[in-house]
């Protein structure tokens, strides 16, 4: 009762990063709050993967073993959450901001009228006195977002409502096991019992998920391309960079928008958060929404012919420059010193 | 023919993806007052799809609703440029402050006044808060099915429709029966343009409330065309429990707001000579952080 629980996410028959990330938060959460560290995992065939998240620190794990429960539903899903939350009133339950998170979260927070907070980047545990009704809420969480665009960062609470519920996406927190030898308990619950027969009318007809190829999170240097970078074409002398260097190419996603390359490759408060040795920003501004997402980069490097532009605030090296001047140079004496 | 009753979702939100530089305040707040209120685009690909399903079934009727503001009123009348056959404005005092819960309360009780609705679609989000969390919020309260994500509607009969939906890495097709919420995602089709007659039909429509602030208007307008009469609902016209509406009825509350500052690094300044460049590369090489 009153413990901080985790929805550990399946993503094709494994435990998405993600969920690892949150059990690390929350191994650090319930150690502040003196309670235990709960996860739950639905799907089927789940024996063994306890081996996996119990390293975290976790105590428990609630598993909901049933092969309807694979792939992913909304509706079956939201019930076994809600029901087994009726039953073990955690004070904090976290989940990915994944296409998974994003849609179970709300219709939980919904089922159970509590407050659920989307995208966070930060969890903490604090205090708050309501000076209106002169009353002090002791150790809630503090769930710290960026609003409008990423223009301002606001600090939510629920004072009033449990479970606390919030979301945070892939690679803003770090994993770390806590101990390989941690042992916790398997709940196995009675699916029966928490969904009815009904809540089984989406039907998932087919499903293609492709190998991701592009791996910028875990990539060590990174060369990303902003708007100003010009061109799909202009863009083939980053990737020759990032080759050489052993890295990955990544973008802002107003050259996303532009169409210079994929989606994927997005880096920022709305797609990938990196921290690499090595970050070298082509072209780019640097509006917030981007900064936000690779502002913990070790090195930063920033080729820009703006020497006003606002990253270059935050680089270590600023290269007063055209990007495809510039790059030829780099890839160059690379070369030369690298023999 | 079927012909299906269509709500779509839809908020008017500040055009945050330019918010220049004299978008934020001395203070540094945003100066919400500078930033143009748009529709917001992810509701926009939602009103395609619900045109598209009335392409499909002609009979079909589109009801925008959204909340907010009078002036929101302006994205109902853009909706219907584009096609919408109906606009609801819900607005009231009561409304203001809510977090998403309460927002999907007072949305859910304004579709189950408008009642035997079909399809209901909406953006994944917004582009001012980001959370994607209404759409599913509001079918829960009304016990209905959700899509979330959702690029194209694979098909469609009368009783059935078959979403595909954009997932991280890859798609997937679901099935449901009606009624369903469905929320569009950005990868989805752009809305199609304004339809010239259309515009020239709706430029005037407008509240009862504002066409009564201006009599002048109110008479050379025509007011007996009804359907330039965007309906405007109150909290006194929709079936709800005060409490759980606006500030009072949402269980999150903003604790603070901290402008976004970050720390400025010492940067070395290099210019692009390939004298500079080569000092950097050997500079990164002899540190290990590359190479």
New interface residues.
Partial sequence: MNNVIVYCEL?EGKIADVSFELLTKGRSLANQLNCKLEALLFGSNLKGFEKEIFPYGVDTIYMADDKRLT?Y???PH?SVMVNLFKEEKPQIALMGA??IG??L???V???L???????CTELEIGD?EDKKINKIYKNLL??IR????????????????RPQMATVREGVMKKIIADPNYKGKVVNLDVSKYVDDTAF????????????KIDIKNSP?IVAGGFGVGSADNFKQLFNLATM??GEVGASRAAIDAGYVE?ERQIGQ?GVTVRP??YIACGISGQ?QH??GM?ES?????INSD?NAPI???????????VE??IP??IR??KE??K | MKEFRIVVLAKQV?D??N?GKD??KADG??NRSVLPAIFNPEDLHALEQALRIKDKFPGSTITILTMGPVRAAEILREGFYRGADDGILLTDRAFAGS???AT?YALACAIRKIKNYDVIVCGRQA???????????V???LGI?????AEEIVSLTKDKI?IK?????????????FP?LITVNN?APHCRPRNAKRLMKYKHASTLSKRQESEEDYLSTGSNNTHLTIKEWSVNDIECDHE?LGLGG???????????V????E??????F?D???V???E??TSH???
């Fill in positions: 993503d792939p539903s909304t509706l939201t994944t296409t994003r849609d979260g709300p219709r927070s919904s089922a009228k509590s407050g659920l907070t989307a995208d708050h503090y769930q960026p609003a409008f665009g990423g223009n301002i960062i606001a600090t939510i609470i629920n004072p009033d409502c009318v989406v039907k998932v007809i087919e499903r293609h998920i492709e190998k991701s240097v260097l052993g989606h709305t040795k090595l917030i900064l936000a502002l070790s090195i930063i490097i920033s020497p270059n605030k935050i680089a270590n090296y600023v290269i007063v420059g055209k001047n510039v140079k780099m004496y690379y010193n690298t | 500040p945050t993806r918010v978008a934020m707040t945003v977090d998403t819960l999907s582009i001012d808060g980001d959370t994607a969390q209404v759409g599913p919020q079918a829960e309260k099915p959700q899509i979330t994500y078959q939906r954009r997932l991280e890495r890859g798609i997937e097709i679901v099935e449901s029966t369903v990868s759980q949402s269980p999150t509350k903003v604790k603070k707001v901290d402008n976004v970050f720390q400025s690094k940067s070395r300044r290099l210019d692009d390939d500079d460049i080569h950097l590369m050997k990164l090489i952080i590359v190479g």
